[in-house]
């Protein structure tokens, strides 16, 4: 017999995987309609009478693969599948027997449609942008901030299909998959993928390999037509500082800061250093951070021209941050950040531009990448061997990055676990524990689904 302390704890215990899993299905609920609603919109290619499992069943078998951090697909199998309390949990919700194998969801993926799987991540975001979720976090009370930038998710030592991409080095030829990504990211650390462009080359000796801007340049179109209306600011390493992506950024109205390396365009920096002599009134300097220790020192020019290699003129803003701080051992340095930009630069909004615009261009790296590789995710792990799987198990892998950082930010998180659980692994393993051991009746789940929820964010 369990002493009172074992019962006390046993009964806390459940009562947080209850509550975890709760504020799982609300989030999933209130931002995307729930489990079955996710993944309206996607085509289901197989025959009827030979389907076991629904659509979306297998899908969020495939989305708990990232959800829970499993980081294989044979996961699936060892840690949901022919598991009771698991299985109760796709009964309540699809009305089946089991998990879905992790066969099963390979074998799906592989046949479906990547643009409509796109369409579902980039609901996600649209819906919070409706609902006002992200207004505060607007540069300028106006434009989302929308980071372009490329990585690595496959890399082989073998042709993995025909679309690899090549490299050689050393005299070896390593064969790998990128992506450019669109991420709407916020100064709060929120980064949800908005769109994604697979690099990949149309057949397996092309005369010209895929590249990240020639990506850019299909990307843009398809963002724009998606969001004609929205206001944004693009936020873009020094691979972008063009006269096409300026011009296109005109045409689309869209504003944006390109980060601006010492070696590009050697005209605007020559233009900058002379007005900044000429206008010694365009600097501001300033102290920030815990007591004041670290020193900003800010310039900036506008009106200045830059004529492309099109003879295109094209008229920009530049402005340069020279950041000290002490370091670890007490030793001042000293970091440069320069920008170029489409917005007027101005005494009373430079600190807003710089360090609420031009300086979260690092969240799709941090938040981003880095987080989806390092931190349970395991982005560059093969899920698959089949190309268009790959591409859905990677967008399957976003919508569930977007929504770990929903459920961890919304208030039904927040009040079960006011002190929170430490990092984001450890919420991935509680709720991959509340999901394999709670106990629920299917009355209860319905429970969860049926009742009407607020959840909010802290404004803090």
């Known amino acids: 017999m369990a002493t009172v302390d074992e019962t006390s704890f046993w009964d806390a215990d459940m009562e947080e995987q209850a509550a975890l899993f709760e504020a799982l299905v609300g989030t999933v609920q209130q931002f995307g309609g729930g489990f079955v609603a ?52 796709f009964k309540a919700l699809f009305g089946v027997a089991d998990c879905p194998h992790g066969d099963t969801v390979d ?31 607007r540069l300028l009370d106006e434009y989302f901030l929308v980071v372009i930038d490329g ?71 398809r963002l724009k037509q998606r969001f004609p ?81 099109d003879r295109r003129e094209h008229t920009v803003s530049v402005l340069e941050c020279l950041e000290t701080q002490p370091d670890a051992q007490g030793q001042r340095t000293t970091t440069r950040f320069k920008w170029l930009t489409s917005f007027r630069v101005t005494a009373k909004r430079v600190l807003t531009l710089a360090n609420e615009g031009g300086r979260l261009r690092w969240k799709i790296e941090n938040e981003g990448f880095n987080v989806q590789k390092n931190g349970g995710y395991a982005l560059e792990h093969a899920y698959s061997q089949n190309h268009t799987a790959s591409q859905v198990f990677y967008l399957l892998l976003q919508l569930a990055h977007s929504l770990a950082q929903l459920l961890e930010a919304g208030s039904l998180f927040r009040h079960a676990f006011p002190k929170g659980v430490g990092s984001a692994k450890n919420l991935a393993f509680r709720l991959l524990e509340a999901w394999r051991n709670l106990r629920l009746r299917p009355a209860a789940i319905q429970q969860m689904l049926t009742t009407r929820r607020r959840i909010y964010f802290d404004s803090s």
């Open 151 to 221: 990585t690595g998710f496959h890399t082989f030592t073998e042709r993995h299909c025909p679309h690899c991409l090549t490299r050689t080095v050393h005299g070896r030829t390593i064969y790998y998959h990128p992506v450019l990504e669109a991420k709407l990211v916020t100064a709060t650390g929120w980064a949800f993928s908005l769109m994604t462009e697979f690099i990949e080359n149309p057949t397996a000796y092309p005369t010209k390999q895929d590249c990240e801007l020639k990506a850019f340049y299909r990307l843009a179109p």
């Open 229 to 309: 209306r929205l206001p944004i600011c693009l936020l873009l390493d020094g691979l972008y500082a063009n006269g096409p992506t300026f011009a296109l950024c005109q045409r689309y109205h869209w504003q944006y800061f390109v980060t601006l390396q010492e070696g590009d365009l050697p005209t605007v920096h020559e233009e900058f250093e002379a007005l900044c002599r000429l206008e010694p009134e365009n600097s501001l300097h300033c102290r920030t951070g815990v007591q004041l220790q670290t020193q900003q020192d800010y310039r900036w020019a506008n009106d200045i021209s830059y004529v492309d290699s």
């Open 38 to 89: 996710l993944f309206r919109g996607v085509t289901d290619p197989r025959q009827p009478a030979y389907i076991t499992y629904p659509l979306p069943a297998v899908l969020t078998a495939g989305l708990l693969l990232f959800l829970l951090r499993l980081a294989a697909r044979r996961q699936i199998q060892h840690q949901l599948r022919g598991n009771g309390p698991s299985a109760a949990k």
């Open 107 to 137: 074998y799906l993926c592989s046949r479906l449609s990547v643009a409509e799987v796109q369409e579902t991540v980039t609901r996600l975001p649209e819906t919070l942008i409706r609902r006002k979720v992200l207004y505060r976090h």
